[in-house]
């Protein structure tokens, strides 16, 4: 899938992700085929250990890794990062978005702030990302 995890890195260009997202398809097609018709079993392994393990580590921290976020000057107090965030994490004040510690870094509030206003440090130059099929009306809680 096309990165987007730009607290560590840029995002890929849109010829990289137009061609991930091309192979993504196909491959969940071939998968979900595969699972369907039973010639695909999913089976623990080891990696799915190693993969418990990390995800522990992280759960432990993820919650105030939004310690970190801030609203540059651009933002123009428009809430798509207070109603976009699905962990309800962002509450305005003083017209900024101010984080509230749950966060699942999930970045929407970052690639979706029409703005590019919601920064870390990390963030300053890089890109943003949203599929060519989701908007942010499309993620937005009602």
Not at 11 to 28: H, R, T
Not at 117 to 131: P, S
Request: net charge positive; hydrophobic share 35%; charged share 25%.
């Amino acid at each position: 899938m096309p990165g987007n995890y730009i607290k560590i890195y840029e995002v890929d260009s849109k010829k990289q992700e137009s061609v991930k997202l091309d192979k993504a398809e196909k491959l969940i097609k071939n998968i979900s085929s595969g699972i369907l018709s039973g010639v695909i079993v999913v089976k623990p392994d080891k990696l799915g250990l190693i993969a418990k393990l990390i995800n522990n580590f992280w759960q432990k921290r993820v919650n105030k890794s939004d310690k970190s976020f801030f609203a540059a000057d651009s933002c123009n107090s428009c809430l798509i990062c207070e109603r976009i965030c699905p962990a309800d994490n962002i509450r305005m004040a003083d017209k900024k978005p101010e984080w509230l510690h749950r966060c699942q870094e999930c970045l929407a509030c970052m690639h979706y702030c029409p703005m590019t206003a919601i920064q870390t440090k990390n963030t300053l130059n890089r890109g943003r990302y949203h599929h060519p099929e989701v908007s942010a009306n499309d993620m937005i809680r009602r």
